[in-house]
Protein backbone atom coordinates (compact mmCIF):
# COMPACT_ATOMS: atom_id res chain seq x y z
CA UNK A 1 0.00 0.00 0.00
CA UNK A 2 1.55 3.33 -1.08
CA UNK A 3 0.43 6.41 -0.80
CA UNK A 4 -1.78 8.53 -3.63
CA UNK A 5 1.22 11.23 -3.72
CA UNK A 6 4.44 9.11 -3.86
CA UNK A 7 3.96 5.68 -5.07
CA UNK A 8 7.00 4.71 -3.29
CA UNK A 9 6.08 5.41 -0.19
CA UNK A 10 4.92 2.60 1.84
CA UNK A 11 2.11 3.37 4.54
CA UNK A 12 1.07 -0.06 5.17
CA UNK A 13 -0.31 -3.71 4.16
CA UNK A 14 -3.43 -5.52 2.85
CA UNK A 15 -3.64 -9.12 1.76
CA UNK A 16 -5.23 -12.38 2.03
CA UNK A 17 -4.55 -15.48 3.96
CA UNK A 18 -5.34 -18.94 4.49
CA UNK A 19 -7.30 -19.44 1.09
CA UNK A 20 -9.43 -22.10 1.08
CA UNK A 21 -10.11 -22.67 -2.71
CA UNK A 22 -12.19 -25.72 -2.08
CA UNK A 23 -14.61 -23.60 -0.03
CA UNK A 24 -14.06 -20.22 -1.55
CA UNK A 25 -13.17 -18.44 1.84
CA UNK A 26 -10.05 -16.33 2.55
CA UNK A 27 -8.72 -14.01 5.60
CA UNK A 28 -7.88 -10.55 5.09
CA UNK A 29 -5.29 -8.77 6.78
CA UNK A 30 -4.65 -5.55 7.03
CA UNK A 31 -2.33 -2.31 8.59
CA UNK A 32 -1.89 1.05 7.81
CA UNK A 33 0.90 3.34 9.83
CA UNK A 34 -0.34 5.03 12.43
CA UNK A 35 0.21 8.55 10.80
CA UNK A 36 -2.31 7.59 8.04
CA UNK A 37 -5.10 6.73 10.25
CA UNK A 38 -8.19 8.01 8.86
CA UNK A 39 -7.33 9.09 5.74
CA UNK A 40 -9.90 7.18 3.48
CA UNK A 41 -6.23 4.81 2.28
CA UNK A 42 -7.48 1.77 4.06
CA UNK A 43 -11.44 1.80 3.19
CA UNK A 44 -10.22 2.59 -0.43
CA UNK A 45 -7.97 -0.01 -0.30
CA UNK A 46 -10.24 -2.97 1.08
CA UNK A 47 -12.36 -2.17 -1.41
CA UNK A 48 -10.24 -2.91 -4.28
CA UNK A 49 -9.24 -6.33 -2.16
CA UNK A 50 -13.09 -7.54 -1.77
CA UNK A 51 -13.72 -6.76 -5.25
CA UNK A 52 -10.52 -8.74 -6.26
CA UNK A 53 -11.06 -11.56 -3.95
CA UNK A 54 -14.61 -11.67 -4.79
CA UNK A 55 -14.19 -11.18 -8.65
CA UNK A 56 -10.44 -12.57 -9.71
CA UNK A 57 -10.23 -15.12 -7.11
CA UNK A 58 -13.53 -16.19 -6.74
CA UNK A 59 -14.50 -16.20 -3.42
CA UNK A 60 -17.78 -16.44 -1.67
CA UNK A 61 -17.15 -15.61 2.07
CA UNK A 62 -14.28 -13.43 3.45
CA UNK A 63 -13.15 -13.26 7.09
CA UNK A 64 -11.25 -10.37 8.86
CA UNK A 65 -10.55 -11.09 12.61
CA UNK A 66 -9.97 -7.58 15.05
CA UNK A 67 -8.57 -6.99 18.37
CA UNK A 68 -11.47 -6.15 20.83
CA UNK A 69 -10.14 -2.60 21.53
CA UNK A 70 -9.85 -1.62 17.62
CA UNK A 71 -12.84 0.14 17.53
CA UNK A 72 -11.70 2.21 13.88
CA UNK A 73 -10.98 -1.07 12.24
CA UNK A 74 -14.50 -2.62 13.71
CA UNK A 75 -16.76 0.55 12.30
CA UNK A 76 -14.38 0.22 8.50
CA UNK A 77 -15.64 -3.50 8.49
CA UNK A 78 -19.62 -2.81 9.61
CA UNK A 79 -19.29 0.21 7.30
CA UNK A 80 -18.01 -1.99 4.32
CA UNK A 81 -21.37 -5.26 5.01
CA UNK A 82 -19.19 -7.18 7.43
CA UNK A 83 -20.73 -9.13 10.05
CA UNK A 84 -19.58 -9.33 13.42
CA UNK A 85 -19.91 -13.23 14.16
CA UNK A 86 -18.77 -12.93 17.97
CA UNK A 87 -15.73 -13.39 19.38
CA UNK A 88 -12.78 -15.96 18.88
CA UNK A 89 -10.81 -16.51 21.95
CA UNK A 90 -7.29 -16.25 22.24
CA UNK A 91 -6.93 -15.65 18.76
CA UNK A 92 -3.29 -14.29 18.59
CA UNK A 93 0.15 -14.83 20.71
CA UNK A 94 1.47 -11.09 20.83
CA UNK A 95 4.20 -10.42 23.18
CA UNK A 96 3.36 -13.38 25.46
CA UNK A 97 0.08 -12.64 25.81
CA UNK A 98 -3.29 -13.97 24.06
CA UNK A 99 -5.72 -11.59 22.13
CA UNK A 100 -9.34 -12.38 21.99
CA UNK A 101 -10.59 -11.05 18.82
CA UNK A 102 -13.94 -10.00 16.49
CA UNK A 103 -14.68 -12.64 14.13
CA UNK A 104 -16.46 -10.59 10.76
CA UNK A 105 -17.09 -12.22 7.85
CA UNK A 106 -18.20 -10.58 4.38
CA UNK A 107 -20.48 -12.82 1.82
CA UNK A 108 -20.15 -12.15 -2.24
CA UNK A 109 -24.26 -12.24 -2.06
CA UNK A 110 -24.12 -9.14 0.77
CA UNK A 111 -21.37 -7.14 -0.84
CA UNK A 112 -23.27 -7.02 -3.98
CA UNK A 113 -26.24 -6.13 -2.68
CA UNK A 114 -25.01 -3.34 -0.96
CA UNK A 115 -23.50 -2.08 -3.81
CA UNK A 116 -26.41 -2.12 -6.02
Not at 55 to 79: D, F, K, P, Q, W
Amino acid sequence: MVTKDNKHQRIGTCGYDCWDRTNNIAEIGYDLWYEYWGQGYMKETLISAIESGFNNMALNRITAYVALGNINSTRLLERLGFKNEGIYRDKHLFRGKYYDHYSFSLLKSDWYQLRN
